[in-house]
């Protein structure tokens, strides 16, 4: 099956858009997606495949997560997403747990971590705590999904855990974690302007400017302004 798989996969694949994905993607040398390799499928296209493919086995799905291409990787999360989403099985919040690294791209973690770890934490919360350590994880895939599975948590209106995941993660050297902690405060903001505000008034001096500029990125411009001056 899984050759079947990849086939089908191939066939979807527009080879124009590989330079325009490793581009985007950063590809190139001492980027975050060194050597990643791209075959030029679309998102949705994808994912047409992981809706037929959604009952495939956990064996199936890891020679996809481990496969060194993009496409193939993002397939069997996006498999994983449908498959935990019909049996919130503890087995596949597991399965992804331990292949977490090998979720390894800003797109792969962005389309599954709320969905399948934000989930189960959200159900588990007596084992939060586990979130948390992939706060002081040093691979950056572990800790863009400690940030953006909260994602889960802000749709069902509690914005603590992404509160507390944003203050441990403000010193984190890397770009990728700026820009998701701004996208999770900002979506805190969009439901609750007032514990945005309340996090900004003690760090906003000292945040990361891009996570700033994320974070506020709703509000009007004559207050966008007064943060970005340091005169909020």
Do not use: C
Not at 29 to 51: L, M, S
Not at 69 to 87: A, F, M, S, W
Request: charged fraction near 35%; charge should be positive; avoid cysteine.
């Amino acid at each position: 099956m899984i050759e079947q798989i990849k086939t089908e996969l191939k066939i979807l694949a527009n080879p124009s858009k590989i330079p325009v994905y490793q581009n985007f993607f950063k590809t190139g040398k001492g980027q975050y997606g060194e050597g990643d390799i791209f075959i030029g499928v679309t998102v949705p296209n994808t994912r047409k495949i992981a809706v037929k493919y959604k009952d495939a086995p956990l064996k199936l799905v890891k020679k996809l997560i481990e496969s060194k291409i993009h496409e193939e990787r993002l397939l069997g999360v996006l498999i994983l997403v449908q498959k935990y989403q019909k049996t919130k099985d503890n087995k596949i919040f597991q399965f992804y747990k331990k292949y977490n690294k090998k979720i390894n791209n800003w797109d792969l973690v962005d389309l599954s971590s709320d969905k399948i770890v934000g989930d189960y934490y959200f159900h588990n919360k007596d084992k939060i705590k586990d979130l948390y350590k992939l706060t002081k994880s040093d691979n950056l895939w572990e800790r863009r999904t400690a940030i953006v599975s909260t994602f889960y948590f802000i749709k069902n209106n509690e914005f603590e855990p992404t509160i507390s995941i944003a203050e441990i993660l403000l010193d984190d050297k890397h770009d990728l974690i700026h820009k998701a902690v701004g996208w999770m405060l900002r979506e805190v903001g969009k439901r609750d302007k007032k514990a945005l505000e309340n996090f900004l008034k003690e760090h906003y001096k000292k945040m990361p400017r891009t996570t700033l500029r994320y974070a506020i990125e709703r509000f009007p411009e004559n207050e966008r302004k007064k943060y970005l001056k340091n005169k909020a």
